[in-house]
């Protein structure tokens, strides 16, 4: 591992260096000190007065400095301008004393590493280093800014753990800095990239004319009023006008509106109107809109309860769940001793269906033990209340309520480093599964390396496909991730909803349909829901989004609910250990059942089925079996008091009107017994049997065996 550590530093770095130019790579650029009070908005938009602070060119909301108090520049034209006289100068005139900030190229972020010097390197002489003495050249190099550290916990090991991590150094400098790095035998040195949701793609046929070429000619102002269909105006709703020219976008205010600015040609031409609402509402897609200026265009948004009467008053048992026959497995699997990490952007802890059921966590961008509870995006507390909601009777209830549940938190803004942090964490804690909801076109080494030393000390990664419509992302990429597409199904949203257009291609008979965003290709292991998936939304609200983030978090859960309850994974010779993920993949892909789309690459092995992933087949009653017998069973089955393996009778012994499906051999140890054709009551006295009620050859009401 290693070796390809270090095989691959070169090319990283050589492809780094290819889009990236900038002078001055031999000295720290020194920013500016910004005080407190100062909004820190990007250095385009900011100004220098004469004393070089920083100043807004518009004043917080809420302040009550005027022109001419400390740290603000006095009104154009007026006395108190430097080098300007009061009702002097025309419009454009600025002081010879100001200075803007000049926009330069940003310095890029490398994640750098000792390897082991390659075979036969005299490593005695010049050219082999350690880590320490990286560090140290690093900090004093004045062309290199060392963010941070990253090292590996001793205490982090587990049975089976193999492989060693070295420390990490994340650090900016330019591409020919990294390069001369990279040089070294023994040094790997590679870009630490952002990770995100989705790449740029081609969406849904909309393309964008090149600006350079395509100039913006006349524009006008678009007034966009979005409401809920219960009459209630919507703020905070994000709205999206897609066109040739190019898009434009804005999020409603308190009165529920928006004012979008766009070329004139595009107002003409509009390709399709998104509206996402904040929460409780599904959301729009109008295609080929007729848009006016002279008035606001009036949107409306479907509210959940319009689909779903009595919820959140009460729990909701979404098709997801039905597509996965989580709903039939015995209620006593609940994940109780099981360890997930949800390794996203923070999970909201106050929302009323998470509130207590967050064990702990870490904000990897900020360093904070605290802050991983707030989360800005939403996914991160979506798929938490997927995984482990409350099972209060209310709103979302988890698939696994009895899991302890972690929170990673690297978005939004995270890059590689924050993945590697991340998986740190949850070695240190002996988590037992990963969720990783983000992505990037590009592999990592040192990433790679994380995983697979947290697959040897018995962690399992769950990854999202990505949501960029091509080629499944790193690092659901790799063979040691289990990769999850994502899948819908038809009557699951309103038709007006954006989640109508991720049809892809022909349903299947049953209705199951692959995203149109989903990842695909021959990296993907298994699908699952992830088109109009209903779950919590920061801060106590609900949503219902798509993504393969979404579909991750269902397998996420399925295999906390097989660690915590199948047999062949409790084994304690398996418990930190490489063969009990791989054991538990195994399972996973061969329970999936095909779904009839005509393309593996967007579906892997299948739907996983939780019932067969458990060897538990339920029985399957015809239009003529007994409803006594057929109810009395599964209940049974369902309460945990009794296999739900359909018992086998042989046809000669059924009774009229009596008869059972499945057609496998029974459970070993389980008696079937009948004292004489056509006995009707042998299914029972089975069930009874496999519960404990009833002794081998016994029959009701007597005392005395056969």
């Not at 000619?217 to 105006?233: F, I, K």
């Not at 064990?359 to 904070?368: E, I, K, M, P, R």
């Not at 309103?494 to 692959?514: C, N, V």
């Not at 239009?623 to 089955?637: D, E």
Request: glycine fraction near 10%; hydrophobic fraction near 40%; charge should be negative.
């Amino acid at each position: 591992m290693t070796e390809h550590v270090a095989a691959t530093t070169r090319r990283q770095v050589s492809a780094t260096s290819a889009g990236t130019s900038q002078s001055g790579a031999s000295r720290k650029r020194r920013k500016p000190a910004l005080t407190a009070d100062v909004d820190t908005q990007p250095r385009v938009a900011r100004v220098a007065d004469e004393w070089g602070q920083p100043v807004n060119r518009q004043e917080p909301a809420g302040s009550e400095r005027g022109p001419g108090s400390p740290g603000q520049p006095p009104p154009r034209g007026s006395a108190e301008e430097p080098g300007k006289q009061a009702g002097s100068g025309g419009a454009g005139e600025r002081s010879a004393d100001k200075q803007f900030m000049p926009v330069e190229p940003r310095r890029e972020r490398y994640l750098v590493a000792v390897t082991p010097a390659p075979a036969g390197y005299p490593g005695a002489t010049a050219g082999v280093v350690d880590e320490q003495s990286v560090l140290q050249e690093l900090e004093a190099d004045p062309a290199v800014t060392v963010l941070r550290t990253i090292r590996s916990s001793s205490s982090a090991s587990g049975a089976g753990r193999s492989v060693s991590f070295p420390g990490v150094a994340v650090v900016e400098m330019d591409a020919d800095r990294a390069t001369r790095y990279a040089s070294r035998p023994n040094l790997h040195v590679e870009p630490d990239l952002p990770v995100r949701y989705a790449e740029p793609a081609l969406w849904d046929g909309v393309t964008m004319a090149d600006p350079g070429v395509a100039p913006l000619g006349e524009q006008a102002t678009v007034t966009v009023a979005v409401q809920s269909s219960d009459g209630s105006r919507l703020e905070g709703a994000e709205v999206y006008l897609f066109s040739a020219v190019l898009p434009s976008y804005g999020v409603t205010e308190a009165d529920g509106t928006v004012q979008l600015r766009v070329a004139v040609d595009a107002l003409t031409n509009a390709r399709g109107v998104y509206v996402r609402p904040r929460a409780n509402h599904w959301s729009v897609w109008l295609g080929n809109p007729d848009l006016g200026t002279d008035t606001a265009n009036l949107i409306t948004c479907p509210h959940l309860r319009e689909s779903f009467p009595d919820f959140p008053q009460h729990e909701l048992n979404g098709w997801a769940r039905r597509a996965m026959r989580l709903d039939a497995l015995p209620p006593i699997f609940r994940g109780h001793g099981v360890k997930i990490a949800i390794i996203d952007s923070g999970i909201a802890a106050d929302h009323p269906d998470l509130t207590g059921r967050i064990a702990g966590g870490y904000d990897v961008l900020h360093h904070d033990t605290e802050a991983w509870r707030t989360d800005t995006v939403g996914l991160g507390s979506h798929c938490a209340g997927i995984v482990a909601g409350s099972d209060n009777g209310a709103g979302i209830v988890g698939i696994v309520p009895e899991a302890e549940v972690h929170a990673c938190k690297i978005m939004p803004g995270g890059r590689f480093s924050d993945v590697i942090e991340a998986l740190e964490y949850c070695i240190a804690n002996t988590i037992d599964v990963v969720h990783v909801g983000v992505g990037s076109p590009q592999p990592s080494a040192l990433v790679t390396l994380k995983i697979e030393q947290a697959r040897q000390a018995g962690i399992a990664c769950v990854a999202a496909a990505g949501n960029s419509a091509g080629p499944v992302t790193f690092p659901a990429s790799l063979p040691n991730v289990l990769a999850v597409a994502a899948i819908g199904r038809i009557g699951n949203f309103p038709p007006e909803s954006h989640h109508a257009t991720q049809i892809y291609g022909a349903p299947s008979p049953d209705g199951y349909f692959s995203a149109k965003f989903t990842c695909f290709g021959p990296a993907v292991d298994v699908c699952a829901p992830g088109v109009a998936i209903v779950s919590a939304a920061p801060p106590r609200d609900y949503a219902a989004w798509d993504g393969t983030s979404v579909a991750a978090s269902y397998v996420t859960s399925l295999a906390a609910l097989l660690l915590a309850h199948h047999p062949d994974l409790r084994d304690q010779s398996f418990l930190g250990t490489s063969a009990r993920v791989d054991r538990l993949f195994q399972i996973i892909r061969a329970s999936s059942r095909p779904v009839a789309l005509g393309d593996p690459y967007r579906t892997g092995a299948g739907l996983p089925d939780a019932v067969l992933a458990f060897g538990l087949l339920r029985p399957v009653a015809t239009q003529t079996m007994h409803p006594v017998l057929a109810n009395l069973w599964s209940a049974m089955a369902q309460a945990g008091l009794a296999p739900a393996s359909v018992p086998v009778v042989p046809p000669s012994q059924w009774g009229p009107g009596i008869e059972f499906g499945g057609g496998g051999p029974a459970q070993q140890g389980m008696e079937l017994f009948a004292e004489q054709p056509g006995d009707t009551l042998a299914p029972l006295r089975t069930a009874l049997r496999a519960a404990g009620l009833l002794a081998p050859g016994q029959h009701p009401g007597t005392e005395q065996g056969t």
